[in-house]
Nanobody, 126 residues
Framework: QVQLVESGGGLVQPGGSLGLSCAASGRPFSSIVMGWFRQAPGKEREFIAAINRSGGNTYYTDSVKGRFTASRDNAKNTFYLQMNSLKPEDTAVYCC???????????????????WGQGTQVTVSS
């Protein structure tokens, strides 16, 4: 089992920045692959970013490339998402997710993830 708790959401103006954190517990953090997803009202949950176990490889969906950065600190059991140049369309509930390593560096499908945080609201509005 892995428990995930997100923090750092809030209200930010367009063009602003916000950082999210995801604290993990329950199994060795360095053994799990991490991902960020978001779900806007009336839309399906979508993949945002993923990171491999060491933090050396990341993958992003096209809509956030160059604006969002995923990272992890295995010593602190924490996964991060730094969001810059935020747009109103980034408004959503953001969730972190975890999956045991299954031979692939990172996963982009929500079906690949076994554990989910409760989510944190990010609102981009003037």
């Amino acid at each position: 089992q892995v428990q995930l708790v997100e923090s750092g959401g809030g209200l930010v103006q367009p063009g602003g920045s916000l950082g999210l954190s995801c604290a993990a517990s329950g199994r060795p953090f360095s053994s799990i692959v991490m991902g960020w997803f978001r779900q806007a009202p009336g839309k399906e949950r979508e993949f945002i970013a993923a990171i491999n176990r060491s933090g050396g490889n990341t993958y992003y969906t096209d809509s956030v490339k160059g604006r969002f950065t995923a990272s992890r600190d295995n010593a602190k059991n924490t996964f991060y998402l730094q969001m810059n140049s935020l747009k109103p369309e980034d408004t959503a509930v953001y969730c972190c997710a975890a999956a045991p390593y299954r031979g692939t560096s990172y996963y982009t499908s929500l079906n690949d993830y076994d554990y989910w945080g409760q989510g944190t609201q990010v609102t981009v509005s003037s």
